[in-house]
């Protein structure tokens, strides 16, 4: 699984996205959007995060997936900023 693949279904598990979603377009854009937060020193928070995703999939919140959210926000972070 590649780091964009494991951060998708992160964010799709922790954050209740469509079953479609993120795309790779959306998941770029959130991808973008942490970083500028990131080099302005800022540490995401899972406010942030939300927000993001919401911004990008619209969707997200409505949909409930089961099993163990392993999705913790510096791993999401560290997905999210690696090259």
Same mark, same amino acid.
């Given at each position: 699984? !590649?780091? #964009?693949?494991? %951060?998708?279904? *992160?964010? =799709?598990? =922790?954050?209740? !996205? @469509?079953?479609? /979603?993120?795309?790779?377009?959306?998941? /770029? =854009?959130?991808?973008? #959007?942490?970083?500028?937060?990131?080099? =302005?020193?800022?540490?995401? !928070? /899972? %406010? #942030?995060? @939300?927000?993001?995703? *919401? *911004?990008?999939?619209?969707?997200?919140?409505? +949909?409930?997936? +089961?099993?163990? #959210? !392993?999705?913790?926000?510096?791993? %999401?972070?560290? %997905?999210?900023?690696k090259n």
């Open positions: 699984m !590649t780091n #964009d693949q494991e %951060l998708a279904h *992160k964010l =799709k598990i =922790k954050f209740g !996205t @469509a079953p479609n /979603e993120p795309t790779s377009s959306q998941l /770029e =854009k959130i991808k973008q #959007d942490i970083r500028v937060l990131v080099q =302005k020193g800022v540490i995401p !928070t /899972e %406010l #942030d995060w @939300a927000s993001i995703v *919401k *911004k990008h999939c619209p969707d997200a919140g409505n +949909y409930g997936y +089961y099993g163990a #959210d !392993t999705s913790d926000l510096i791993t %999401l972070m560290q %997905l999210a900023t």
